[in-house]
């Protein structure tokens, strides 16, 4: 199994307020593998004064079906890296589409095969706070 395309946000959020000591930067990127699933990869990093603290990676398939039986997928758009606004619009219109996990009929995690390439992908070729699409 390999990664056929990927495309990379970046950081796409931070939190909490300015007024708290700890912060949170968000992360996702998406990847096509060769058995046609498309996995998305979340990234958090937590920060307590400025000083890295740890960080964790969530996984999932990008295609998910309703309990009412609507499908919610994420699609590679047009917007490339060095388009900023673009690249923003693209993934909040994707982030904003997102149903609670309750409302998703079967929900699974990817299996450990494609984990595994993903993160292999991920560690070998991506730069988390540049933004890409390959």
């Not at 047009?78 to 219109?93: R, T």
Request: net charge negative.
């Amino acid at each position: 199994m390999k990664v056929i395309r990927h495309k990379n946000y970046g950081c796409a959020m931070t939190g909490p307020d300015e007024d708290s000591v700890w912060e949170n930067k968000f992360y996702w990127s998406f990847y096509e593998l060769s058995n046609g699933e498309i996995i998305t990869l979340h990234c958090t990093e937590n920060w307590k004064n400025n000083k890295f603290i740890d960080s964790g990676f969530d996984y999932n398939y990008a295609k998910q079906e309703l309990i009412n039986g609507k499908i919610i997928n994420y699609t590679f758009g047009e917007a490339m890296p060095e388009d900023e606004e673009g690249m923003s619009k693209e993934f909040f219109e994707w982030f904003e589409s997102q149903p609670p996990h309750h409302k998703i009929e079967n929900y699974k995690l990817p299996n450990d095969e494609e984990i595994s390439c993903v993160k292999e992908f991920y560690d070998t070729h991506i730069e988390k706070n540049i933004k890409s699409y390959e």
